[in-house]
Every structure is written in C-alpha cells, then in structure tokens.
C-alpha cells in the first residue's frame, strides 16, 4: 500500500492509495460545497448541480455519458450533503485513463437551458417523494430546527419555492463559485498507475481557472427546543433527538463513533435494548455526524402514537444514564469490534475505501491507512468517552416529532 499526493497549480489537489494487488480501482472527484454554502434563496443548488453534470459537456451529450460508463461497466454515481458533492466511478483498472477522462470532463458540464428546466422538474418530483418519507423528514426538519440560521439548516434537496425560482443564471454564478479547482480533490484507490493518474487529471484539469471558494465557517447554534409535526397520514410516531457532538477536525471523533455505537447501534446497543428488544419500538438508533468545525449526534425512534410519551422518557433516561456513567469496557470493546469488522469488510474493495480516503484528506488535510484508523480507536479508553458524552451533552438535545400526536 503506497500513499501519493500532488496538487496542480491552480488548486486542485490529487490523492492516491495505491493498492497493486486490488483487483478494481475506483476514481472520486470531491467537491467541498453543499448545502451549508447556500444562501437560502439557493438552497438545494449543490444537488441540482448534481444533477446537470451529468447532462453533457462540450465534449459529451448525456448519452454519451452514461453509454461510456456502462460500455466500462462501471459502478458510478454521485451524492451531495451538506458539505459535501461526490463524483465516483469503480472500474477494472484496465479503464482507468478512459473514467479519469470521463470524470473530469462531466465536472466542466454545459449546464443547458433545456436540460436545466427538464431536471428542475426531477427535482420537484424527488422532494415530493422524499416527502412520503417519515424518516428522512424528521431528519431534515430536526436539522433546520437544531442550525437554524446557520447554513446547515438548508435542506439538501431544496425547497419547491427555492428549486422553482433558480434560473441557469443563477446555477453557473453557482458553479463558478463553487466548483473552483482549489475546492477539488482527486481520488483514486486501489490498483492505480499514479503516474497516469497524475498525468491525465493534470492534462484534463491544469487549465482551469484559479479562483478561491471559501467556506464561511459560522459558528453552529445548536438549538435546543421540542417541535412537533402534526399528520394524521402518518400512521407511527416519528421522534429525533439531536445534540451538539465533536467535529471532523480534532481527535475526539473516535470516541464519539463509539459513544453513538454503544449507545444506539442498530444491535446490541442500550437503546436496543431499552426499545426493541421489548418491542417499544420498531426502530431505534444513534448516528454520529462530523462535520466542517462542527458535529451532531442524532437518535431516532418509530414507535406506536399510543407508546410516544413512554418511549421519550426512555430515551431521556438512556440518554441521562449513559452521560452520567459512560460505557461499560464490555460495552465499548463490542463497539470497537464492531465498528472495526465494518470498515475491514468495507475497505477490502477500493470503492469501500474511497470516501474515508478522500474525507480524511477534505476536513483535516491528512491520510490514514486503515490498519492505523483501527488501532487509533481501539486506543481509545473508557474514560474519553464518557468526557465526550459529558462535554457534548447529550441530554440538550432538540426533539421532533413527526406523526399523529398533537403533543410530546
């Protein structure tokens, strides 16, 4: 395994975990813009943008794009958060000039009036279907109200107000902002050539043009109040709980993984135990969240309206007990084995690596092999988990419900 860096001269910073004996490669481009960078009358462009890079370059129709991908039988896709918009492809390493070339070329898209108005109705189409989604609008909901004023309240997908008015005008002032070299990293794991790899990104991306795209790094509010969302068309209760929690940058994210693993994995866990196990719930879990100088843990549970006040007093107890006494070592060795058995079965394939490698690099600017990422958090001792859970306290927690209460 062999690590390799360069960055070109207009920004534009290239990584590579060189793995000769993998039998694939996978190729990311990872924009740092999200919907933490929108203004509120843009929100939801960085997905949208997503969506038009893969409507055609100058080089390319949008046939040709996904024909090329398909003719290399690649696995491909992108993804936007609130940070974050992700390009990848995973290819047999026999193609690796040809996805290289492909990637690069659809992050300079034509950005087409035509295509623009026929994806701000596939837009449209997807925040309504998300809609039909209880979880995923808890989540949102519960972000908007925990960073409200912050740009990590926007909502990823934008809003049918916010996607209905953007113009091509508005999406290009967007993308020149945004998608700036400097504000790219270029990705590759696995059976790579380096070499090539550097050569062709630095042939198919040297010429563009430099410009600084800067993150405005306010501080996260992190408010702390109850909301409930009354639709009798939801049949269970919806609940989320979120709380401060480290951020990417520093070193208490290990022990924050461990923490909402003991806490709240889908398993095995307290809240597993205080919830499914005696059937108080249908689900019920923890998820740590790092993020760009800051971090949220968020718990949620669907359960029986009827069962709603009983559920949130468990959760606030869990929480409070968990706070107070932290871990037990049985507790935090299963966690650390079980969080070290996912990302070996993930990493053993490159695409599985891809994101950590890439992320790693993107919120504090340094690589770590994954065999050195598993020793870092079996390091971790019960003691700084519990001072994590403390500091970041996890009984001030914002609470939503979403479903047919009219109360909490």
Known sequence: MQFRHDQLDNGLTLLAEVNPSAA?????????????????REAGMSHFLEHMVFKGTPRRSAADVNREFDDMG????????????????????EFQDRVTDLLCDILRPSLRED????????ILEEIALYEDQPSYRVYEKLMGEFFEGHGLANPVLGTNESISAMTPA??????????????????????????????FVTDRCGTWQSRVAERRLLPAPGHVRQTVITDPRVLREHLGFMSPAPAAQGNDDYAAQLAATVLGDDSGSRLYYALIDPALADEANTTYSAMDRTGAFYTFVSTDPERTSEVIGIVRDELLRFRDEGPTEAELLAAKNKIASGATLKGEIPMGRLTAVGFDWAYRGEYVPLPEQID????????????????????AAAVLGLGPCETL
């Open 115 to 122: 295509d623009f108005t026929v994806e701000q109705q596939v």
């Open 376 to 395: 870092r958090m079996f390091a971790v001792t019960r003691e700084q988990v519990t001072e994590v859970v403390r500091r970041y306290d996890l009984t």
């Open 24 to 40: 694939t490669m996978a190729v990311g481009l990872f924009v740092n813009t999200g919907a933490r960078d929108e203004t509120p």
């Open 170 to 199: 508005d999406m290009r002032d967007y993308f020149d902002r945004r998608y700036a070299p400097g504000n790219v990293l270029a990705v590759a794991v696995g059976n790579v050539d380096y070499d090539r790899f550097r050569r």
């Open 74 to 93: 690649a696995n491909y896709n992108a993804f936007t958060s609130e940070e974050s918009t992700v390009y990848y492809a995973s290819v047999l390493p």
